[in-house]
C-alpha cells in the first residue's frame, strides 16, 4: 500500500488556481500558525494580528488570481514578507513600535509542542520562556526584529536581509549584538535560564 504524498505549495496554488477551492484551504491551515506568530509578535494586539493576517490572505488570493505569483519564490517566504510588510505599515501608521510580550489571550509559547514533559519540567520551560521573552523586549528595536523573524518565524538570515532591506551581514551583525546584549542583560540582572 503506497503512502499518498501530500501536494507542494506549488501544487495546492495551480490547483486552486484551476478552481479547487479547498486546495487554499489546505495552503492557508498548512502556513498559518507561522504566518499568524509573527504578525502577532510584531503587533501584540489580537484583533489588529487577526486583521493583518486577514489582509494577508486577501492580498495573496489576488496576486495568485491575477497570475502575478512567481513560483521560483517559496510560498511561505513570500507570504511572510507580505505579513512583514503589512505590520511595517501598521508600525507607520500607529508611528509607534512594539515589543514582544505575553497577553492575556495568546502567548507564543502556548503555539510551540512540548512533548513528554511532565509538570516540573512544563514549569521550568514556562519560566525560561518568560525570562528570554522578557530580555528580547529590553532589545533595540532592529535587534529584536531580527531576533523575531529567525527563531519565531524561523527565517534565514537571507531571508531577514531581503525583508528588512538591509545587507545579511547587517542582519547577522545585529543578531549578533542581540545575543551579546542578552548575555549583558543576564549578567546585569542575574538571570539563569535552566
Not at 501530500?6 to 504566518?35: A, C, T, V
Not at 513570500?78 to 489571550?105: G, Q
Not at 509542542?113 to 521573552?133: A, F, G, L
Amino acid at each position: 500500500m503506497s503512502k499518498l504524498t501530500p501536494l507542494s505549495d506549488k501544487e495546492l496554488i495551480q490547483s486552486y488556481l484551476d478552481g479547487n477551492e479547498k486546495s487554499f484551504e489546505i495552503l492557508l491551515n498548512r502556513h498559518r500558525e507561522k504566518i499568524y506568530t509573527s504578525i502577532y509578535l510584531f503587533v501584540k494586539d489580537r484583533d489588529q494580528a487577526d486583521d493583518i493576517f486577514q489582509e494577508v490572505f486577501i492580498k495573496i488570493i489576488k496576486t495568485l488570481r491575477k497570475g502575478k505569483y512567481n513560483h521560483e519564490g517559496k510560498f511561505l517566504q513570500w507570504a511572510m514578507r507580505i505579513s512583514y510588510n503589512l505590520c511595517v505599515d501598521h508600525f507607520r501608521r500607529a508611528k509607534r513600535r512594539t515589543k514582544v510580550s505575553p497577553t492575556e489571550t495568546f502567548d507564543i509559547f502556548d503555539v510551540l509542542e512540548h512533548k513528554d514533559d511532565n509538570m516540573e519540567q512544563k514549569i521550568m520551560k514556562s519560566q525560561t520562556h518568560d525570562k528570554v521573552r522578557h530580555l528580547v523586549d529590553m532589545l533595540p528595536d532592529e535587534q529584536r526584529e531580527v531576533v523575531i523573524l529567525r527563531h519565531y518565524a524561523d527565517m534565514s538570515f537571507k531571508e531577514i536581509a531581503a525583508l528588512t532591506n538591509v545587507s545579511i551581514n547587517t542582519a547577522l551583525g545585529r543578531m549578533r549584538y542581540a545575543l551579546i546584549n542578552i548575555r549583558k542583560l543576564m549578567e546585569e540582572k542575574n538571570i539563569v535560564l535552566q
